[in-house]
């Protein structure tokens, strides 16, 4: 597609479950970023994926957080054991990577609730 | 630790006028620094890149300046105009990973008729 794409849009979980959280970066984009933004919040790093090198996990808040990314491509964000304070908009975004072409391109995110 | 600091009031600005925004940071060398647009409900959208050796950017009614000294940005629209509602955030990468870029918490404008 012609831009980053994120699924599902809305999520609804009950505490304590699993959620996986899917994105789909802009092809031939090598940095894959994940973000979080709490309501009327700034937007809190996670994790950083640069090509065949080891993700930058500085930014998960606890091990029941965990993301891959797949050849190089689609990247799933997963939350062990949702807790009332995970609620937020997900968001991922890609960029084409190297050091002068660094503008990131956003999905439109992914609203999880967990109740 | 690492700040990136955005003005949390609102800018209420009439349109016509300039409106400018401020990005403070501490505890960073800084690589590179971006402004982005956010829209209610939507993610991100970028508008400028600016790199620690740089002065100066502009794009049409945009301009962007970075002070190093200071550890500051300032980001100016020019002859505001009420589509320029929004929240604009400043991130910013260092020199030690330059990749990962932190954002500011973002600054509502509000462009009045």
């Known amino acids: 597609g012609a831009g980053v794409s994120q699924s599902p849009s809305n999520k609804v979980t009950e505490k304590g479950k699993d959620v996986e959280l899917r994105c789909d970066p802009i092809?031939?984009?090598?940095?894959l970023y994940w973000y979080r933004q709490s309501l009327g919040q700034g937007l809190e790093f996670l994790i950083y994926?640069?090509?065949?090198?080891?993700?930058?996990k500085s930014g998960l808040p606890s091990d029941r957080f965990s993301a891959e990314r797949t050849g190089g491509s689609v990247s799933t964000l997963t939350i062990q054991r949702t807790q009332q304070e995970d609620s937020a908009v997900y968001l991922c975004?890609?960029?084409?990577?190297?050091?002068?072409?660094?503008?990131?391109?956003f999905g439109q995110g992914t609203r999880l609730t967990v109740v | 630790s690492q700040k990136i600091e955005q003005n949390s009031e609102a800018l209420n600005i009439q349109e016509g006028k300039t409106a400018t925004l401020t990005c403070n940071y501490t505890n960073y060398s800084p690589a590179y620094l971006q402004w982005y647009r956010q829209d209610p409900g939507r993610g991100p959208v970028f508008l400028l890149l600016?790199?620690?050796?740089?002065k100066e950017k502009r794009k049409e009614r945009l301009k962007v300046t970075f002070d190093t000294t200071l550890k500051q940005s300032l980001f100016h629209i020019t002859a505001s105009q009420p589509a320029d509602s929004a929240t604009y955030l400043c991130?910013?990468?260092?020199?030690?990973?330059?990749?990962?870029?932190?954002f500011g918490a973002g600054t509502q404008v509000v462009v009045t008729p």
């Open positions: 994926f640069q090509g065949n090198s080891a993700p930058d």
């Open positions: 600016i790199r620690e050796n740089e």
């Open positions: 092809s031939g984009h090598t940095a």
């Open positions: 975004a890609s960029s084409p990577g190297g050091l002068g072409n660094t503008e990131a391109f």
């Open positions: 991130a910013l990468a260092a020199t030690d990973s330059w990749g990962k870029f932190q």
